[in-house]
C-alpha cells in the first residue's frame, strides 16, 4: 500500500533561519509526484512545492526547495529565511495511484512554529 | 479569482440532527472531493464527484451523503451526526484525477463543524 511519512509532529525556527521537514514515502509506482501542501492556522490549504519523480533535479519556489532522494524514497522540504508568514501545518503528499479515487494521500503532518 | 467555496465555515449542530455543508468551485473542474481532517490529523478521503459519477471510500460511514447538482456546487449531508464527526471539513477540486498525470487539487478553507 501508499505511504506518506512525516517524523516530526512539530518543529520550531528562528525568523530568518533555515528548517528542514522531513517525509519519506512507499510507492510501487516508477513515475509519480509528490507535494508538499502548507496549511496556515484558519486558512485554506495551498500548494507549496511538487516534483515530479523522473526529474532529477530538485524543485524550488522561491525560499522553498526539496532534496529529493528517490532510491531512498526521501522527499524534504526546505525553508529557507524563514518569515512569520510561514508558520503553519504541512503536509506531504502523494496522489492515490493505487486506488480509483484520484485523491490524496497525505502525511501526518507537521506543525512549524517561527519565532521572532 | 477563480477559487473553492466552503460555507458556512463554522457549523454547530446538535447531536442526531441532520446537517448540510456547501462547497462551490469557479474553477469548472471536473473532480470534487470532501475530505474529513480531525484535529491534527491527516485529511482523509470520504468521497468524490468525477463528473456525476459518485464514488465512495469504502470506509465512510453511511451518516454522509453527498450530493453533485452541476458542476459547481457539491454539498455534504451529514444524516444524523455524532460527537465522533465533529472536524474539519475540507472540499477540493481538480481538473482529472490526481492517480492519472499531474492533476493540482485546489482546497476551499473548510467548514468546521462542532456537534453538541
Known amino acids: 500500500a501508499q505511504t506518506v511519512t512525516q517524523s516530526q509532529p512539530e518543529m520550531s525556527v528562528q525568523e530568518a533561519e533555515t528548517v528542514t521537514l522531513s517525509c519519506t514515502y512507499d510507492t510501487s509506482e516508477s513515475d509519480y509526484y509528490l507535494f508538499w501542501y502548507k496549511q496556515p492556522p484558519s486558512r485554506q490549504m495551498i500548494l507549496v512545492i511538487r516534483q515530479e519523480a523522473y526529474k532529477q533535479q530538485n524543485a524550488t519556489e522561491n525560499r522553498f526547495s526539496v532534496n529529493f532522494q528517490k532510491a531512498a524514497k526521501s522527499f524534504s522540504l526546505k525553508i529557507s529565511d524563514s518569515q512569520l508568514g510561514d508558520a503553519a501545518m504541512y503536509f506531504c503528499?502523494?496522489?492515490?495511484?493505487?486506488?480509483?479515487?484520484?485523491?490524496?494521500?497525505f502525511g501526518k503532518g507537521t506543525k512549524l512554529s517561527v519565532k521572532p | 479569482d477563480a477559487m473553492v467555496i466552503q460555507n458556512p465555515r463554522y457549523q454547530v449542530t446538535q447531536f442526531g440532527k441532520p446537517v448540510t455543508l456547501s462547497c462551490s468551485q469557479t474553477?469548472?473542474?471536473?473532480?470534487m472531493y470532501w475530505y474529513q481532517q480531525k484535529s491534527s490529523q491527516a485529511p482523509k478521503l470520504l468521497f468524490h464527484?468525477?463528473?456525476?459519477?459518485?464514488?465512495n471510500e469504502a470506509d465512510t460511514p453511511d451518516n454522509f451523503q453527498s450530493r453533485r447538482p452541476n458542476t459547481s456546487f457539491c454539498f455534504l449531508d451529514i444524516r444524523s451526526p455524532g460527537l465522533g464527526d465533529a472536524a474539519m471539513y475540507l472540499c477540493?477540486?481538480?481538473?482529472?484525477?490526481?492517480?492519472?498525470?499531474?492533476?493540482?487539487?485546489?482546497f476551499g478553507p473548510g467548514t468546521r463543524l462542532t456537534v453538541l
Open positions: 464527484y468525477y463528473d456525476k459519477d459518485f464514488n
Open positions: 477540493a477540486t481538480s481538473r482529472g484525477l490526481s492517480g492519472r498525470g499531474y492533476n493540482e487539487q485546489f
Open positions: 474553477l469548472n473542474h471536473n473532480v
Open positions: 503528499a502523494s496522489p492515490n495511484y493505487g486506488g480509483s479515487q484520484g485523491n490524496l494521500i
